[in-house]
């Protein structure tokens, strides 16, 4: 039997992370810890070399009601039907909201995906994130919600 947790858990063993030490503070800089520790969770997904991934991505948003910057990491994960073929993705949100601001809006957006099977480890790509000039931007501001949430793709 398989050690592997089942995707279907995914957003709740995400969220149990918040209570471990050392405890989320829900600032940025904490961000790349704790998706360092979920993506320490090995769940049952195919063997494939894009079933799970990592995401980076910022920017201005405008589905929620009032002018929003977000910045999230994600992990996606692949789920396969019974018989072997492509099902859909899960993806996994820590997600930060911020309200927009001048400084944010000028700061742009961007989408950097990552892969087991790329040239950079999964640390060293984590490293990179918090070394993003955008981290220090978002150093200096209050988030307005910090949230971990899951949506299929």
Request: no cysteine; proline share 5%; aromatic share 12%.
């Amino acid at each position: 039997m398989s050690n592997k947790q089942q995707v279907e858990a995914a957003l709740d063993l995400a969220r149990g992370l918040l209570g471990e030490p050392p405890l989320f503070t829900s600032q940025v800089s904490d961000l790349t810890g704790l998706v360092r520790r979920y993506s320490a969770i090995e769940f049952d997904i195919p063997e494939l070399p894009d079933a799970d991934g990592h995401l980076f991505q910022y920017g201005k948003v405008s589905w929620f009601s009032e002018p929003t910057f977000v910045l999230s990491l994600v992990r996606q994960l692949e789920v396969i039907d019974s018989s072997g073929e492509h099902e859909y993705y899960v993806q996994l949100q820590f997600e930060f909201r911020y309200s927009l601001d001048n400084e944010l809006e000028s700061a742009g957006s961007h989408t950097e995906w990552r892969f087991p099977e790329d040239r950079t480890s999964l640390d060293a790509w984590l490293e990179s994130v918090n070394r993003a000039p955008i981290m220090n931007i978002l150093a200096q501001k209050t988030p307005r919600e910090f949230e971990i949430w899951q949506d299929q793709a």
